[in-house]
């Protein structure tokens, strides 16, 4: 049980620290709903087409952290409203997931395809064991890097790094573009997990993420904590309705939400 509420964490763990390299750097990143989804469904458009889960994990990543790279140097550029941008990056990875699962496969629905199959048990371990070598890896960077300080203290100090010679418009762009690496991961995740890509798979981890940084109050184990509490009520509402079936399903659904705003309320 525990090894199913670790990996079932994963995703939105990843995806919480996405929103946290954006929110520190004072441009939180909306767009984590429709990316993560974006990225899924990249992840088994490529593994499906090269036949090969390396490359198309490969080419899932690159290709996520280049349009989120693209995205952010053209709003720096013509100095476009972080967050309007963000919504409309999130709505257009929406649709074009739409799409281009229809133009490449004929359908918007649940997508399966022999070549795209994962052993459970062996992904549960494997996403467990890489999540944890990313967290490190973040905690690291934004403790023990320049780079990582600058990062910190832009959104709320930005005039500290103009002193210092430092543009915070690039701290912006990698924000993002860290945030589109890590937000790609947790869609490559997903789709590992089920073995295919499903409509609307991210299921408003992206949306939660946000709540996660804000209940951790920016503190990466602290995020980590809230993150495993709305992963376990998650989990144990799918598995609840087995002991009682006569709980609707739709408040089942409903019951992260719940906790999260009822951790928002009293935090």
């Not at 629905?109 to 490190?136: D, Q």
């Not at 690039?170 to 589109?180: E, F, H, I, K």
């Not at 009682?244 to 992260?256: E, G, K, Q, R, Y």
Request: glycine share 6%; proline share 3%; hydrophobic share 55%.
């Amino acid at each position: 049980m525990l090894i199913d509420i670790l990996s079932f964490s994963c995703p939105l763990i990843l995806c919480s620290f996405a929103a946290l390299f954006s929110e520190y750097a004072g441009c939180l990143a909306l767009f984590l709903e429709g990316l993560v989804s974006f990225s899924a469904f990249l992840n088994f458009a490529f593994t499906v087409a090269t036949g090969n889960p390396v490359l198309g994990f490969l080419f899932t990543v690159i290709t996520s952290v280049l349009l989120t790279f693209t995205f952010a140097l053209f709003i720096e550029k013509f100095g476009a409203h972080k967050f309007i941008a963000g919504t409309a990056i999130n709505l257009l990875l929406a649709s074009l997931t739409s799409c281009l699962a229809f133009v490449f496969f004929g359908s918007r629905g649940v997508l399966t395809s022999a070549s795209y199959h994962y052993n459970v048990m062996h992904t549960k371990i494997f996403t467990i064991i890489f999540t944890l070598f990313m967290v490190m890896a973040a905690v690291l960077f934004l403790k023990k890097t320049c780079w990582g300080l600058y990062l910190r203290i832009t959104g709320s100090d930005s005039d500290v790094l103009i002193a210092k010679g430092v543009n915070p418009s690039v701290s912006r762009v990698l924000s993002w573009t860290l945030a589109g690496l890590y937000s790609s991961l947790a869609g490559i995740m997903l789709t590992m997990r089920l073995s295919s890509f499903v409509p609307n798979i991210s299921s408003g981890r992206g949306w939660m993420a946000l709540a996660a940084i804000f209940l951790g109050k920016k503190k990466p184990m602290r995020m980590l904590a809230a993150v495993l509490i709305f992963c376990a009520t998650d989990y144990f509402g799918i598995h609840i309705q087995n002991i009682f079936p006569a709980i609707p399903t739709s408040v089942l659904l409903s019951l992260p939400y719940t906790v999260a705003l009822l951790l928002t309320v009293i935090r």
